[in-house]
C-alpha cells in the first residue's frame, strides 16, 4: 500500500511575480499591504525582488539584509506565511502571487524589519560563535593542529522564533535558537557552568514550553535540529527529578497502567462494548490488520465516539482488523519527547511483547503520535510490519473499492487541520484531503497546512503540563485563523488530540463551525441519502 | 566618555570601516554620532566571503596591502578572541604555470612578514582531503575565517557601549554646506519616517563605493571605482583552511568555509552604481570552473546563493577595467587640503581585514584636524561580543 504524496510545485515561466509586501510605520497600528510587479530578469530570489523594489519601485521599503547567503541571518521574513530567509527563496519555488511579511513573534521597526533586541535577550550567556570543530569524515587532522574551530551554525536569524507556535511575547518561551544555544552550551561548556544551564532550562519559560511540532527544524535555515536538542535537555531534567508536577503524576500513570489516564489497563477496549459486532483480539485470531487505537482513542469518551465510527466503517467495508486489548500501551511517543526514556523503553517492550502474540499483516492506528514512534521508532526495537494512520488505510480501500465513499456532502464547505505528527513528521498530507474530497465537501485551506501547519498545542507531553500563564493558546490562534475563512460548516481533524483541543477552544472561542474527526465526516457521507 | 563640549563627529556608513572609526573615535573621548541608511553591515562588509586575510594573496604584486593585512590580521585575532575560525590556508599550485608563481610568493611573504610553511601534496591532501589530488605544491599561511557581520558587529558594540549613537536605517539626505564648510547632515530617519539635522565639527563619509555620492552632496570627487565580485556559496563545508590558488590574483581562485557552507570567489569588474549589481551568469558559471580546481567537489556540491559586492577601490574612471589592477590599501582623504572643503573627510578602499588599521588612520587625520592629542587605542582594547550590540541598543 503506497500513498504517494504529489509535490505540486509548478516551476513559473512568467516574466513578473506580484510581491504583496507588508508596510507599517515605526509606531503605528495600521498595516497595509502594497503590491509591485517585479521583473524575473534580474532577480533570483526573493531578497532580489524586494531590493528591486528598493530601487524601482517605492525607495521608502526598509528591509534587513547584509550577506546575501544565509550566513548573517538578517533577511528572515515570512514569505507566503512561512518564515525563512529572503536570500535563499528561490522565486522559482512560488507562483505568480508572492506575500512578504515581517518574522512574526518579534516586533516589527517598520515594514517587513523586525526588532532583534527581544531575541538576544533569550539568548543564554555566554553566547559564543566559535566551536571546536567536527572535522571532515574523511580528513586526518593533522598534530600541528590539536582541532580545528568552527564558526557555530547557528546564525541567529530569528525564523525558528517566528515559525514557533509558542514563543510569543505573551508566553515568554525563550524559543527555539535560545535552547538549542543552550543545549551547544551543554556539549561544550566553554566557561560556563552546566548548573546554570539546566537551572535556566527548567524555569517555566524554558524547555518544558515546546510542543515537539518541528516547524523549528523546518524552518532553520542552517540545518540546526532543535527538537532532539530540546528532549536530550528534558531527559537531563527529567534525570534530576525537575519535572512540571502534573507531568509527574502522568508519568506514574504510565509506569503503573502504560496510558495517561490513570485507567485500569484491562479497560482500555471497554469503548468497543457500544459496537453491535465483536473485534477481535488479534493475539488469538489472525487478521490482516492491528489497530493500535492509542490512549485518546481508548480512554477520552469523545474520542471513543469517533473510535467506534471507525470500527463500524471497517467492519462495514469488510476489513480484517483486530486489537491488542489489554495488551496495548500508550505506544510512548510523548513519554519519550517529555524526556522519560527509561518509561518509553519499557512501553516499547510491552507493546512489543504483544505485537510478537499477534498474527497479522500491518498496524493501522488512529494517533498520529503513535504512528510516527510506531513507523520510526520501534524498527529499532524489532517491529517489522507497515503501519499506517487510518486516513492512508481508507483511501486505499477507496481505491481498492473495498469501501465506497459516495459524494453525499456537497454543498458543506471544511477546512482540515494537519497534525504535525502526521504532516510534518511524516508527510501525509493527502490521504486526509482525498477523503475529504471524496465525501463531496468542499475543502477551504487556512492559510497555514500541509506541512506547513500550525501546531495545536498538545504535542511533546504539553497536553499533561500546567499551562505556563494566560497567554492565547495555539489551538485558540488556529480557530481564529479558521474563522478568516468565512461560512465554514466543520473543522475537520484527524488526531485524537486535535478533537479535545480544538473542541474546547471552538467553545473559548465561540467559532460558529464544528469540530469533528475525519471519520465522523466520513460517517455523515455514508449515511446521508445520495 | 564624552561629554556635551567635546567634538562632535558625524560618521556617515555602517560598515566595518565605519564601526571601527566609531569605536576608534569613541576611546579618543571623542561624540561620535553614526548614521546608517539600511541595515548595519548591509552594503558591502556583510558581503565579503569571510577571509580573515594573511595578505598572502598580495604578497607578490601589492606589497602595502600585503603588509597591511598580516599587520591587521595580527591585531584582530588579539581584540577579536573567539572570533575566528584559525586553521590557516593553503596557497596550492595546480598547474605546472603555478610553479612559476612559488618562489616569487614565498619571497613575497617573507618581505611582507607573512610566515610560510611549504608542503607536499601528500601532507596538504593530510591536511584537506578534498583538494585536487594533482596538485602540485602547497603552501601553508596564517589565513582565517570570520563572520562578515559579527566582527564588525563587536566594533560597533564596543562604541555604542562607550558612548557612540549608533542609527541604523537613517539616511543621508543632504549634507549641510555653507561657505565651503560642511557642519553635519540632513538625515531621514526611515523608521519613523521625520528628518532632523544632525551638527558635527567633522562629517566623515565612511561609506565604501557609495563615497562619490556622498562626497558629489558635499561638491567633491573622491577617485572610488566601485568593483563588484561575484560569490558563491555552496552547500556543504568542503575544507577546513581557507584554499587558495597559487597563482596571480585571479576569477574563483579561493575557497572559503564558512560554518556549514563553502564560499567560492570572486570575480571583478566596475560599474557605475554600487545599488544595482547584476550577478552575471558566467560569472557564476566561472566559480564552478576555477573553484572545482582547487576542489573537484565544488562542482557537484548542492547551490545555496550566488550574489555580488561592490569593493570600494582606489582609483581614477578609465584608470582600470577589471579592478584587479587596483591596490587593495585604504585611503584618508582630507577634503580641506584636496578640494578646500572644510570638515569633511572620505575614508575608503581596504578591505574586512583591515578595518581597525582604516579606521586609526583616519582617527589620526581627525584628530590632527581637530588638534587633539590622543593616542589610538584600539590595537589592544579587547572587543565586546555581537551580542552587547543589541544589548546596547535595547538600553
Keep these: 500500500m503506497a500513498v504517494t504524496e504529489e509535490l505540486t510545485v509548478q516551476k513559473h515561466e512568467t516574466t513578473t511575480r506580484r510581491l504583496r509586501v507588508y508596510r507599517q510605520e515605526s509606531g503605528e497600528s495600521e498595516v497595509r499591504f502594497d503590491e509591485f510587479d517585479v521583473p524575473v530578469d534580474g532577480c533570483k530570489t526573493v531578497l532580489d525582488a524586494l531590493r528591486w523594489i528598493q530601487l524601482h519601485g517605492d525607495p521608502s521599503l526598509s528591509l534587513r539584509h547584509s550577506c546575501f547567503h544565509a550566513s548573517c541571518g538578517t533577511c528572515g521574513l515570512r514569505v507566503n506565511g512561512e518564515s525563512a530567509l529572503a536570500c535563499v527563496c528561490d522565486l522559482a519555488d512560488y507562483g505568480d502571487d508572492i506575500q512578504v511579511e515581517p518574522l512574526a513573534n518579534l516586533p516589527v521597526r517598520t515594514d517587513v524589519v523586525v526588532d532583534m533586541g527581544p531575541f538576544y535577550e533569550h539568548l543564554p550567556e555566554p553566547h559564543p560563535i566559535i566551536r571546536v570543530s567536527e572535522v571532515l569524515p574523511e580528513a586526518t587532522v593533522p598534530q600541528q593542529l590539536d582541532s580545528y574551530v568552527r564558526l557555530e551554525d547557528c546564525i541567529e536569524c530569528g525564523v525558528c522564533v517566528s515559525a514557533c507556535p509558542i514563543a510569543n511575547p505573551e508566553t515568554g518561551f525563550v524559543g527555539p535558537a535560545a535552547l538549542a544555544a543552550a543545549g551547544r552550551l551543554l556539549e561544550e561548556p566553554r566557561g560556563s557552568d552546566p548548573e546554570d544551564v539546566l537551572g535556566w532550562l527548567a524555569t517555566p519559560q524554558g524547555v518544558w514550553q515546546c510542543t515537539t511540532c518541528m516547524a523549528c527544524v523546518q524552518a532553520c535555515p542552517a540545518g540546526i535540529e532543535h527538537v532532539p536538542m530540546i528532549i536530550d535537555m528534558r531527559r537531563a531534567l527529567v534525570e534530576r527529578g525537575e519535572v512540571d508536577p502534573l507531568l509527574q503524576q502522568t508519568l506514574q500513570n504510565f509506569a503503573a497502567q502504560g496510558n495517561s489516564y490513570g485507567r485500569s489497563a484491562r479497560s482500555r477496549a471497554r469503548w468497543t462494548r457500544a459496537l453491535d459486532f465483536r473485534i477481535p483480539d488479534a493475539r488469538i485470531e489472525p487478521v490482516e490488520y492491528v489497530w493500535f487505537v492509542g490512549d485518546y482513542a481508548s480512554f477520552d469518551e469523545r474520542v471513543q465516539l469517533a473510535s467506534q465510527r471507525l470500527a463500524r466503517i471497517l467492519h462495514d467495508a469488510g476489513v480484517s482488523f483486530g486489537l491488542l486489548f489489554e495488551g496495548e500501551r500508550s505506544s510512548g511517543n510523548d513519554v519519550r519527547r517529555a524526556g522519560e526514556e527509561g518509561l518509553f523503553q519499557l512501553l516499547v517492550e510491552q507493546n512489543m511483547a504483544a505485537l510478537n502474540q499477534a498474527r497479522f499483516e500491518a498496524i493501522f492506528t488512529t494517533d498520529p503520535h503513535s504512528l510516527n514512534t510506531l513507523r520510526n521508532e520501534y524498527p529499532d526495537y524489532g517491529l517489522d510490519k507497515p503501519v499506517y494512520h487510518y486516513t492512508e488505510l481508507l483511501v486505499e480501500l477507496t481505491s481498492k473499492g473495498t469501501l465506497a465513499l459516495p459524494p453525499t456532502l456537497t454543498g458543506t464547505r471544511v477546512t482540515y487541520h494537519d497534525p504535525c505528527y502526521l504532516a510534518r513528521y511524516n508527510e501525509i498530507t493527502d490521504a486526509p484531503r482525498r477523503l475529504i474530497e471524496a465525501t463531496g465537501c468542499e475543502l477551504v485551506e487556512m492559510p497555514r497546512h500541509g506541512t506547513n501547519t500550525f501546531c495545536c498545542g498538545a504535542g511533546g507531553g504539553r497536553i499533561w503540563m500546567s499551562e505556563a500563564n494566560g497567554a492565547e493558546r495555539p489551538s485558540e490562534q488556529r480557530i481564529r485563523e479558521a474563522q478568516t475563512l468565512g461560512a465554514i460548516d466543520y473543522f475537520v481533524v484527524s488526531c485524537p488530540k486535535d478533537l479535545t483541543m480544538y473542541s474546547d477552544a471552538v467553545k473559548t472561542v465561540g467559532a460558529e463551525f464544528e469540530v469533528v474527526e475525519l471519520s465522523g465526516l466520513i460517517e455523515r457521507a455514508l449515511l446521508a441519502t445520495p | ?395
Design chain 2, 1 to 395: 566618555m564624552a561629554t556635551q563640549n567635546d567634538p562632535h563627529i558625524l560618521i556617515v556608513g555602517g560598515g566595518g570601516t565605519g564601526g571601527a572609526l566609531a569605536h576608534d573615535l569613541t576611546l579618543r573621548g571623542l561624540k561620535v554620532t553614526l548614521v546608517e541608511r539600511g541595515e548595519l553591515t548591509s552594503g558591502t562588509t556583510g558581503r565579503h566571503h569571510g577571509l580573515l586575510h594573511s595578505g598572502a594573496r598580495y604578497a607578490v604584486g601589492d606589497r602595502e596591502s600585503a603588509v597591511e593585512c598580516i599587520e591587521e590580521n595580527m591585531i584582530l585575532r588579539r581584540i577579536c578572541p573567539g572570533s575566528f575560525e584559525l586553521n590557516d590556508g593553503l596557497f596550492v599550485a595546480i598547474e605546472d604555470e603555478d610553479m612559476d608563481y612559488l618562489e616569487p610568493f614565498i619571497d613575497g611573504c617573507e618581505a611582507s612578514g607573512i610566515p610560510t610553511e611549504r608542503l607536499t601534496p601528500s601532507q596538504a591532501l593530510a591536511l584537506e582531503p578534498n583538494l585536487n589530488p594533482q596538485l602540485k605544491a602547497a603552501v601553508r599561511i596564517p589565513d582565517g575565517t570570520m563572520d562578515a557581520m559579527r566582527l564588525p558587529l563587536r566594533f560597533f558594540a564596543t562604541a555604542a557601549h562607550n558612548g557612540a549613537e549608533i542609527h541604523s536605517y537613517t539616511e543621508v539626505e543632504e549634507l549641510l554646506v555653507h561657505d565651503h564648510l560642511v557642519s553635519g547632515a540632513l538625515v531621514r530617519d526611515r523608521v519613523t519616517g521625520k528628518d532632523r539635522e544632525i551638527h558635527a565639527d567633522v562629517v566623515i563619509n565612511a561609506t565604501g563605493p557609495w563615497s562619490e555620492k556622498i562626497a558629489a552632496m558635499a561638491g567633491v570627487d573622491v577617485p572610488i571605482r566601485p568593483s563588484p565580485g561575484v560569490l558563491l556559496a555552496l552547500h556543504g563545508r568542503l575544507c577546513n583552511m581557507v584554499i587558495n590558488r597559487l597563482h596571480k590574483s585571479g576569477d574563483g581562485d579561493i575557497v572559503v568555509p564558512q560554518r556549514g557552507l563553502s564560499v567560492v570567489g570572486t570575480s571583478s569588474w566596475t560599474v557605475e552604481d554600487p545599488d544595482d549589481l547584476p550577478v552575471p551568469a558566467d560569472h557564476v558559471e566561472r566559480m564552478y570552473t576555477e573553484g572545482s580546481k582547487l576542489i573537484p567537489a565544488v562542482r557537484c556540491t548542492e547551490f545555496r546563493a550566488a550574489w555580488s559586492a561592490a569593493r570600494p577601490l582606489i582609483g581614477s574612471r578609465g584608470e582600470a577595467d577589471t579592478g584587479r589592477e587596483l591596490s587593495r590599501t585604504f585611503k584618508t582623504f582630507d577634503h580641506k587640503e584636496t578640494d578646500g572643503v572644510e570638515g569633511f573627510i572620505t575614508i575608503t578602499g581596504g578591505k574586512g581585514t583591515t578595518l581597525r588599521g582604516m579606521a586609526e588612520l583616519c582617527a589620526n587625520v581627525v584628530c590632527e584636524k581637530l588638534d587633539i592629542d590622543e593616542p589610538c587605542r584600539t590595537r589592544d582594547t579587547v572587543l565586546l561580543p555581537h551580542t552587547a550590540y543589541y544589548a546596547a541598543m535595547a538600553a
